[in-house]
């Protein structure tokens, strides 16, 4: 049987296209890891990280779904159960039901322009999410860490660039702010769950670029990659 093909296979010319365009566009320049800061509302965020922490911890990790279990595109990168998620935001969809248990983050995510997506992303004790890369230089990945094991140097990312290679360890109330189209592995080897709160923002860019990301966007919103995640969200609920 021929393998099913994910979206980021399917649209793997058209991306380079779009990247591109952007990266000749962008007012930042193509590296990999960034001054969190460089956003307003990164402040915000960390000023609150204590309530967004307790509200995302009383969500038992066990009682959020796997990433494998509600987003087929993301294939091996999510075959370990143990990546757990809990939707908030993604592509102009709000999970209304998510966002009521946790009001405080919802109305600080609300205050983000130009929002991508914004989900508790859990790495339970011993999970390993594979060497991958992102979808698009049209968005920036932010964490905010919010419980980190207390073996923090056993539960890290590992950003390449070119021959460099960042290792980042997570620390509780601080931020990491990287372009995710660099490859990047995750370990979380300890015994301890961590949660961390994942958005994704456009790329500030000139005009011409936001334009063509607003449409490109605007086909990812309706593409099968977002609508069996919603479909499958529905039916975990």
Known sequence: MAKKKTIY?????????????????????????FNP??????KDLEANWQT????ATLIRAGNMPSLGEISPDHGRIAADAR?????????GYKRLENR?????TASLIDKIPDLCTATFSVLEAGCHI????G???GMLTYHLALRVPKDRENCWIQIEEGDECHVCPWSDGHSLLFDDTYNHEVWNNTEEDRYVLLIQV????KWPARLLMNVFFKGVRYSRFVQDIRKNLDKSQ
């Open 135 to 137: 979808m698009t230089k």
């Open 83 to 91: 990546w757990r998620t809990f939707f908030l935001e993604g592509y």
């Open 52 to 55: 967004i922490c307790k509200e």
């Open 202 to 205: 456009k790329r500030p860019c």
């Open 100 to 104: 009521a248990c946790v009001p405080v």
């Open 130 to 133: 594979p060497r991958h890369r």
């Open 9 to 33: 296979h399917l649209t793997k010319n058209l991306r380079a296209v779009v990247d591109n365009f952007i990266m000749r566009c962008s007012l930042l320049p193509d590296q990999a890891i």
């Open 37 to 42: 800061h460089i956003f307003a509302w990164v």
